[in-house]
């Protein structure tokens, strides 16, 4: 019969390190020097039951995010996954009717295109605000032209105060579109 090998020697990072020689700077815990690595390792063991704490206080983290709750399960969103898919086609059916008899868009379209056109993110974080959302509706972003002129202003509001300024001279003196 084949034996198993012996299993080596159970031994400890704190064990190794403990017995190599530090260099300064190491605070003394109980007679032992602890490395830099070390300490920031014990800070972050006692920090983790405040941040585990807040964050389960947190319901709503923001953009979206939010607490996984039961309907977040993949079963349950399999099961929904029919109807969702049967209205989304429904919808789809009445719209492109609608386009086909060159009806004016009614309040729902023009919602759910901007929707569509802004993505779920953007339009999560604008949440209960009426008058973001219906400014966002009014510049019409489901046509291309008003979609890019979106896209650039977001970009230009994530830019730094220094390429703010940069862009804006440039488009002074006529070198960006």
């Not at 959302?133 to 489901?142: C, D, F, G, M, V």
Request: net charge positive; hydrophobic share 30%; aromatic share 8%.
């Amino acid at each position: 019969s084949k034996s198993n090998p012996p299993a080596p020697p159970a031994t400890t990072t704190a064990t190794k390190t403990n017995s190599k020689k530090q260099k300064g700077g190491g605070s003394s815990n109980n007679g032992i020097k602890l490395t830099s690595r070390e300490k920031k390792q014990k800070e972050e063991e006692a920090l983790w039951p405040v941040v585990k704490a807040l964050v389960n206080e947190m319901k709503d983290f923001g953009s979206g995010f939010h607490q996984p709750t039961w309907r977040d399960l993949l079963f349950v969103t399999l099961a929904k996954m029919p109807f969702t898919l049967g209205l989304g086609l429904l919808w789809n059916a009445k719209y492109y009717l609608r386009r086909l008899q060159k009806l004016e868009l009614n309040d729902e379209e023009t919602q759910v295109l901007t929707q569509r056109a802004v993505g779920p993110v953007v339009w999560d974080s604008y949440g209960d605000d009426e008058e973001q959302i219906q400014a966002l509706i009014k510049r019409k972003l489901w046509i291309p032209a008003n979609r890019t002129e979106w896209d650039e202003e977001q970009a230009f509001k994530n830019m730094s105060s220094a390429e703010q300024k940069y862009h804006t001279k440039l488009k002074k003196r006529g070198k960006t579109e």
